[in-house]
């Protein structure tokens, strides 16, 4: 079967409908793999998911930490909208609710056995095997199972620690973690303590962080993982990871990569100018 993966698309519904127009993408017959981050900063979040909802069967995506923003502002009465941010029309559409409830099910963690792919947002601490991130994804999934879980989770989630996992790890500190390892995380310290402050490239990084992917004994290292998240690092095919985040929103462009079989990506240009680097 045709599978693709593509990139962060946040909003960016003219080249996302353009990149299915170029790899032939048929419901009928192929499957779509997103990273997450369907939404915001781009002008057509809600077209982005009414159309990946529209797909059914044929398209998996994970959730990105701006799904989560989303999420969060309708559900949490303390998370307000951000000053860039283009979410007004998804909370103020006749279809929300039947939306949000869709995007609120979806994953943290996809895995294809046949594929031999695993699919997240945004990276993995050193310390998680692929049972450990696969029971962590269940459990922050389970949190957002409900409205009034959901809701609880949303007004604990945002900040920085802990930064280190421990399996005595508890509550919405447990949570906390769990949810910027799979939507936030780029780098980590030879400790392997989360760092979430740089976003840059690898090129410019502090001396003493590793991409994630890099960090010392890092236990899902026998994995191969299709993620997106760090328009900063483009795309990169190496280290046993896929990161296909060629930051459309920011005037580069959306990339398509098959995952069953061996071909070159496809990209489509940003069609505007594209918005200035910022908080992803």
Known sequence: MPTYAIGDIQGCCDEFEELLERIRFDPARDKLWLVGDLVNRGPRSLDVLRKVRALGDAAVTVLGNHDLHLLAVALSPTEKLKRKDTLQPVLDAPDRDELLEWLRLRPLLHHDDTLGYTMIHAG?????????????????????RTVSTARDLFAHMYGDRPDRWSADLQGFERLRFITNCFTRLRFCTA???????????????????????????????NLRIV???WSA?????????????????WGSSLCAVRLDRREPPVMVPCSSSGLSPGNE
């Open 124 to 144: 993995l601490p050193p310390q998680w095997d692929f049972d450990t991130a696969r029971s962590c994804a269940r459990e922050l999934e389970n949190a957002l």
């Open 191 to 221: 400790g392997g303590e989360l760092d979430l402050t740089y976003k840059g490239t690898l090129e410019d990084a502090p001396s003493h962080l590793y991409p994630w992917f890099r960090a010392p004994q890092r236990r899902s290292h």
């Open 227 to 229: 993620c997106g998240h």
């Open 233 to 249: 690092l483009g795309y990169h095919d190496g280290d046993g990871v896929l990161s296909i985040d060629t930051g459309c929103v």
